[in-house]
Structures are given as C-alpha cells and as structure tokens.
C-alpha cells in the first residue's frame, strides 16, 4: 500500500488549499479513505474519511462546512479541499487507508505528510 500527499504549503487565514493523495497497491475502490492531521505533541487526529461508496464522515467539527473529501477512484486519487483556512487548521496532513469499506476512524496504511501552514 502507498499514499502520497501533496498540495501543502503556507497560506493566509481565509485562504484555500487542495490537498491530493495519489493510491496505488491497493484496490482502493473497495475501502473508506481518510484525512488525518497531526501537530507537534499532540496525537493524529481523524479530519474526514470518504467510503466506498462516496459517503463522507466529518471527525471534526471545527472542519464542518470548510474542508470537503472526494475521491476519483479512476484516477486512484482522494482530495481534500479546504476552505476559509485557521491558524489552528496548522498541521501535517495524512492521507490514511482503512481496512474497511465504510469509515470507522481505525487505519492501517498511511502516507508521509505533507505539512499545511496558515499564517498571514
């Protein structure tokens, strides 16, 4: 199983970024993909997850209404589209694969990161 992130970067508040995670190794139309973030000394926190069949589960609520997950099973990729940006939205952000083909917040597989920063 490989995920690889991309998309991350420095942005103002209010801003916008669209994470992407590439797939391969796996048949990832049969499973709920997830988004999870992690800060430094704290543990990674579930954002949102996406099944197999496009149903979506918000783990957070501070995200509801700004960050949206979707996926392209074709082209083996998940995004996370996210929305009027916090400081407090900081973190390095996991693309994650679950066993399962609905979303339970347990994972098995997942990226390297890539590290989103909002700051004016």
């Known amino acids: 199983v490989h995920l690889v992130e991309s998309g991350g970067g420095l942005v103002q508040p209010g801003g916008s970024l669209r994470l992407s995670c590439a797939v391969s190794?796996?048949?990832?139309?049969?499973?709920?993909i997830d988004w999870q973030r992690q800060v430094p000394g704290k543990e990674r926190e579930g954002v949102l997850c996406?099944?197999?069949?496009?149903?979506?589960?918000e783990y957070l609520d501070s995200v509801k209404g700004r960050f949206t997950i979707s996926r392209d099973n074709a082209k083996k990729m998940v995004y996370l589209q996210m929305n009027n940006l916090k400081p407090e939205d900081t973190a390095v952000y996991f693309c994650?694969?679950?066993?399962?083909?609905?979303?339970?917040?347990?994972?098995?597989?997942w990226g390297q990161g890539t590290q989103v920063t909002v700051s004016s």
């Open positions: 190794g796996f048949t990832m139309e049969d499973y709920a």
């Open positions: 994650a694969a679950e066993h399962l083909p609905y979303c339970s917040g347990v994972v098995g597989d």
């Open positions: 996406i099944s197999k069949t496009g149903l979506t589960t």
